[in-house]
């Protein structure tokens, strides 16, 4: 399915780089296509995740709520850090 790039992020660290890709299809729908990068010892490993416009809202909220679950965990003692029951 061709596609069109709108807009690209990349983020280098250490051994892997992410690329947030924001795309248009065919049928002029949007979407965010999320990559990761890694090397490893048989040169890279890709892995791709694609979050199609209806549900961008709702993902970048997950993924909010999550940031700050960890920058709450962070805070903790290691030794206190624990998962929570759902």
Known sequence: MPTKDLHTEKISRGSRTYFFDV?????DGLYLKMSCSQKS???FE????IVFERDILEFVAA???SAGEIQKLKQQPAT???L???
């Open 80 to 82: 206190v850090r624990k």
């Open 23 to 27: 795309k248009k299809s065919v049928n």
């Open 84 to 86: 929570r029951p759902k």
């Open 41 to 43: 010892h048989d040169g």
């Open 46 to 49: 890709h892995f791709r995740l």
């Open 63 to 65: 993924v909010r709520k």
